[in-house]
């Protein structure tokens, strides 16, 4: 990663967190800008992502009554949070896909009537999804269709069976949706080709995709651990390079 994307990265978790701490105190831009005196368009395009000095971001932190030190703290700590699956759990979730579904949800702090709606769930099979997540360590059961989860943040998916299956199923579903989004009205990206190039600088493209990855994947956890849910939007996405003639035997 470039020092420039290291820093882009690095002022949006700033930028997140402030944002965060402003509707904790349940504070307006009108009120930032009466303190330091900047017009409230220029706090609009701070908060919306647009670059400032450091000296602007430390005279917001004094407005919240805190420092630029203390909110690097505090996005380095919510970028830490998170847990990996153990082998039982991962084979829990391959074995039954729609157990992993419902997992997620609940991990994302969807209520269970609405999880259950979306699922199609019956009375029999929610509780017997909670029965299963229980027995691996995964919540509680409470009265009710209640559960309280036993991890938090986001969870770390390493190489494993899990792995292999989402992204197998992930990418499945990608293709065959691709035609229809190509022609809807969905905000859609999508590139393909082919291009001849040395193994060094293959090797390169593949260093930069990853951390292309990386980076997202980073801002992605931290808006998930500050924003709400309303504020996200679900995008799927497909990365893929190697050697490979699509033309032969054509």
């Given amino acids: 990663m470039s020092s420039s994307q290291h820093l882009d990265t690095e002022y949006l978790g700033i930028v997140t967190t402030l944002k965060s701490m402003l509707k904790k105190r349940k504070l307006r831009y009108k009120d930032i800008a009466e303190k330091t005196g900047f017009p ?6 701070i908060f919306s992502g647009r670059d400032c000095s450091i000296r602007t971001l430390m005279q917001i932190c004094e407005c919240l009554d805190t420092t630029l030190e203390d909110v690097l703290k505090v996005d380095s700590s919510q970028l830490n949070k998170g847990f990996t699956l153990t082998a039982e759990q991962e084979q829990l979730f391959v074995r039954e896909p729609n157990v992993y579904d419902a997992f997620i949800r609940l991990l994302q702090k969807n209520e269970p009537a609405q999880i259950r709606d979306v699922l199609k769930l019956s009375d029999a099979s929610w509780d017997r999804y909670l029965r299963e997540m229980e027995e691996v360590g995964l919540l509680e059961r409470h009265a009710g269709d209640r559960a309280k989860l036993k991890v938090e943040g986001s969870f770390k998916l390493a190489s494993g069976p899990l792995h292999d299956f989402l992204v197998a199923r992930v990418n499945a579903k990608f293709l065959k949706a691709l035609p229809a989004l190509q022609e809807s009205d969905k905000e859609t990206v999508f590139e393909v080709g082919s291009i001849r190039i040395t193994r060094r600088l293959f090797e390169e493209f593949s260093f930069n995709l990853r951390n292309l990855y990386r980076d997202f994947d980073r801002r ?27 033309i032969k035997g054509a």
């Fill in 220 to 246: 992605s956890n931290l808006e998930s651990t500050l924003l709400e849910d309303k504020d996200l939007r679900k995008v799927t996405y497909l990365i893929a390079a190697a050697e490979f003639d699509s």
């Fill in 40 to 45: 409230e368009s220029t706090l609009k395009k």
